[in-house]
């Protein structure tokens, strides 16, 4: 009973370096979310895979931000020439259904810094 | 309209006092409402949610509490205890799958319990 995995745990690059963020979800759950938290504050909307429909990107702050999601399982959330105000931890959720009732199960993250 | 307000931002209680968190949402179409518990370098879990067909729901020491027609929920904590430590998120969200089906998060409230 695996829960969400998230790699790596932490990334210290670069500014202008580009980085890739790995998450392994629940086997067999088909919503998959991706957040940002800044030191101390709230959990911010990234982006929102659904089975096989079209990515929720809503929240996605930059075009420098990209996520995919291969075969329905393991997603990559990109950021391209990072910036400073990047730095934060990186969460990733997935779900059983797609349907809001059900609880989104976290990974711990991975925490950014951007130097 | 999508938001969920949450109060206070930070909490100190006494162990043995009660906690008490607040939130309030407009949009009509939430009717499930899930509490996340997130302790420092931890992804959030759930802790316990409501559907607005009940008016209280508890769980040990933790207590929902909801008011559909004030639309507020409040999540009471009873015999505080310093493990309860922790950053508290209320979130909102449609039972069933809608158009819009994306689950709302709150901004957070710290909660210290001091011994």
């Known amino acids: 009973g695996a829960g969400v995995s998230q790699s790596p745990s932490n990334k210290v690059t670069e500014k202008g370096k580009d980085v890739e963020l790995r998450c392994d979800p629940i086997?067999?759950?088909?919503?998959l979310y991706w957040y940002r938290q800044s030191l101390g504050q709230g959990l911010e909307f990234l982006i929102y895979f659904q089975g096989n429909s079209a990515p929720d990107k809503s929240g996605l702050p930059s075009d420098r931000f990209s996520a995919e999601r291969t075969g329905g399982s393991v997603s990559t959330l990109t950021i391209q020439r990072t910036q400073q105000e990047d730095s934060a931890v990186y969460l990733c959720?997935?779900?059983?259904?797609?349907?809001?009732?059900?609880?989104?199960?976290f990974g711990d993250g991975t925490r950014l810094s951007i130097l | 309209q999508q938001q969920v307000k949450q109060s206070p931002q930070s909490l100190i209680v006494q162990k043995g006092g009660i906690s008490i968190i607040n939130c309030a949402y407009e949009?009509?179409?939430?009717?499930?409402f899930p509490w996340y518990q997130q302790f420092p370098g931890k992804g959030p879990a759930l802790l316990i949610a409501?559907?607005?067909?009940?008016s209280e729901k508890k769980e040990g020491r933790f207590t929902i509490s909801f008011n559909k027609s004030a639309k507020q929920f409040s999540l009471h904590i009873m015999d505080s205890q310093p493990g309860d430590s922790a950053t508290y998120f209320c979130a909102a969200s449609p039972y069933m799958k809608t158009s819009y089906d994306k689950v709302i998060f709150g901004p957070g409230t710290s909660l210290s319990v001091i011994p």
């Open positions: 959720a997935s779900s059983p259904r797609s349907i809001g009732n059900q609880p989104q199960h």
């Open positions: 949009n009509t179409a939430f009717d499930y």
């Open positions: 409501i559907r607005p067909d009940v």
């Open positions: 086997s067999g759950h088909t919503a």
